[in-house]
């Protein structure tokens, strides 16, 4: 089955800064892979996500990088602001499969 | 994005009694809903694929007869934890496929469940 490792566990950056997560997989049958916002005690909301057939795709300060070769993806927040502050998840699916899940980032902007 | 509503988002219940979890999807389709459970400071676990009109399928580790999971209707899925145990206390989330979307997974607010 699908194996997905993200990191780092923990990242602490200055309000401004950008951010980088993390993650890489192991099934080559992967083909979407999406990322989760989760504040405390709320359920995760996807922010963005990417399809194998896309190697970037950005949203206003978002943006996720896919490299198939290498079989690892990157989530990239710029002029990150304090309300930015969550832990986030990423995800790889085979096609119409069910999503296995990264551990998890605990990102925390300082004002 | 598509909405998942999920009730209640906070329960205390005493040793012993049951607990219902209910998850609908508010305005789309669900064919399948996901139940996971989440502990803190970690990622979240599977429990159980809930498909609308069939029994769910549980992963491996899970006991069915004590997560009971309804799928009535395209909707509407609940997690019924049976006679309750301070270690079932967690964080126990639902998830819905919109299903114009296949992958698109949308995730609901969460329980916290406490046994006393």
């Known amino acids: 089955g699908e194996n997905v490792e993200q990191h780092p566990s923990t990242l602490s950056v200055q309000e401004g800064d950008s951010a980088v997560i993390k993650c890489t997989y192991s099934?080559?049958?992967?083909?979407?892979f999406p990322w989760y916002k989760q504040e405390l005690g709320k359920g995760p909301q996807l922010i963005i996500d990417?399809?194998?057939?896309?190697g970037e795709k950005k949203d206003q300060r978002i943006a996720v990088t896919l490299n198939k070769t290498a079989k690892h993806f990157s989530l990239h927040i710029t002029e990150t602001q304090p309300e930015d502050s969550a832990v986030y998840f990423c995800?790889?699916?085979?096609?119409?499969?069910?999503?296995?899940f990264g551990g998890g980032t605990r990102l925390m902007v300082k004002p | 994005g598509a909405v998942v509503s999920q009730h209640p988002s906070r329960v205390i219940c005493k040793s012993g009694t049951s607990v219902k979890i209910e998850c609908r999807s508010l305005?789309?389709?669900?064919?399948?809903m996901f139940w996971y459970r989440q502990f803190p400071k970690q990622s979240l676990m599977l429990m159980a694929t809930?498909?609308?009109?069939?029994?769910?399928?549980?992963e491996q580790g899970v006991e069915k007869d004590k997560f009971l999971i309804n799928h009535a209707s395209l909707t509407l899925s609940t997690l019924t934890v049976t006679s309750a145990h301070p270690e079932d206390s967690s964080f126990y989330i639902c998830?819905?496929?919109?299903?114009?979307?296949?992958?698109?997974?949308?995730f609901g607010s969460g329980t916290q469940l406490s046994v006393l």
């Open positions: 998830s819905a496929r919109d299903g114009g979307a296949v992958e698109k997974l949308f």
């Open positions: 305005d789309f389709q669900a064919t399948t």
């Open positions: 809930s498909n609308e009109g069939s029994k769910a399928t549980y």
């Open positions: 995800a790889a699916s085979p096609r119409g499969n069910m999503l296995t």
């Open positions: 099934d080559s049958a992967s083909n979407y």
């Open positions: 990417i399809r194998s057939n896309v």
